[in-house]
């Protein structure tokens, strides 16, 4: 079993940035490809990025890219999303998710955060 937190999400204006961060209590972290998705309010979950086991791939969702960095830490057990350039639209609860091995975008990941809360306001 595999706990994942996330931290880093509070209301920012548009224009501004957030870090968030998400935790893995394993001692096997880099045998997962982690993801960062949101949901926001009526909608359904969407991927916004996800990073393989060793970082040497990222993908991202369209409208994010240029703005949003995933990385990790597998020293420390943590995948970051950096927000730059945050928008209204960006408002979201972001989770963490965890996936052995395997990079994908889809909402099959084996473990989940509970989420942190980004607003942005205009």
């Known amino acids: 079993q595999v706990q994942l937190v996330e931290s880093g999400g509070g209301l920012v204006q548009a224009g501004g940035s957030l870090r968030l961060s998400c935790a893995a209590s394993?001692?096997?972290?880099?045998?997962?490809?982690m993801g960062w998705f949101r949901q926001a309010p009526g909608k359904e979950r969407e991927f916004v990025a996800g990073?393989?086991?060793?970082?040497?791939?990222?993908y991202y969702l369209d409208v994010v890219k240029g703005r949003f960095t995933i990385s990790r830490d597998n020293a420390k057990n943590t995948v970051y999303l950096q927000m730059n350039s945050l928008k209204p639209e960006d408002t979201a609860v972001y989770f963490c998710?965890?996936?052995?091995?395997?990079?994908?975008?889809?909402?099959?990941?084996?473990?989940w955060g509970q989420g942190t809360q980004v607003t942005v306001s205009s």
């Open positions: 990073i393989s086991w060793n970082g040497g791939r990222t």
């Open positions: 998710a965890a996936q052995r091995f395997v990079l994908t975008a889809r909402p099959d990941y084996e473990y």
């Open positions: 394993t001692r096997t972290f880099n045998n997962y490809a």
